[in-house]
């Protein structure tokens, strides 16, 4: 097996804004990986939040020398390969991808079809409206007409006006988006004021290291609470049971694919709801998440939707959910 990888910039259609920082742009890793005379790519969006970036991604895929191995022991090298990505799990994710997409290109099949999964079954993606000014707010709601689902990005200490606004311009339903930005006791007074906003579900309200402090906060509002920091791999699901409704798994967070589908199956076992998210992301990296979509509650797949520059293409967008392509493997290729 042939790794190849290089460095994409796409840009956003607007600054996007959350509780901690703000982007303009994003660097991707493509991977593409070659055997048996078939190519099959994979995509690494690092966050700098993990301490990644794509620098340190792609160093990460080209010190690797899997000459003699074959996609088709994706499983066990994600195992052997586990110590050696430690750090660098959207580096993992992107070399994950292109072994599945690899895979369903031999078999001739999407990757939906390795999984048995139902394309027809895949959730309404929420749209994110980032942290913003007004106007901006009230431009990008517009904008955002065709997606019956929105998430809002919340924590920047204009909560209230936020969602104000939202208000003023539809009545959709909402997803609140914190990033950690909230302390307990505002936690939980912004939770039960969003309780008669229309909003569904409250991510990650507090830091990721204040586990016990979102148990605190669960036991006095009535939305759901999904993890997003606090739910990084498979060993951070059964701590989360004991704090949150549900969690966000990301495919650049956990390594990609493999480790999200147990991710999904043990957050089953332990009676949680599962949401498919996302970094900012091309339609590539998207498409890893949305072929494992039907198997899940909720999803957030919109990064491609952000960008204005996507340099892949396959995916359809029909009354607010992706539509998988009936290609083999996850059916994405290279604009022309």
Known sequence: MIIDTSIHQIH???TFRISRDAQDAVRIVVVAISHDGITGLG????????GEDAESARKALQGLD?????????TELHQELEDYFEGQRAAQAALDIAMWDWMGKKAGMPVYGLLGLNPGKVPVTSFTIG???ADIMR??????EQYPLLKIKLGGGHDEEAIEIVRSETDKPIQADVNEGWKREEAVDKILWLEGQGVKLVEQPLQAKDLYGTAWVRERVNLPIFADENCRRLADVPDCADAFDGINIKLMKCGGPTEGLRMIHTARALGLKV???CMIESSLGISAAAHLSPLVDTVDLDGHLLIRDDPFEGLGFREGRIVLPDRSGLGIIRKQ
Do not use: F
């Open 275 to 277: 949401m498919l998210g």
């Open 12 to 14: 956003l259609k607007h």
């Open 43 to 50: 995509e690494a969006s690092p966050s700098l939040r993990y």
């Open 139 to 144: 431009q990008k709601i517009r904008e955002a």
């Open 66 to 74: 899997l000459s003699g191995r074959s996609p088709m022991e994706r």
């Open 131 to 133: 942290i913003a000014d």
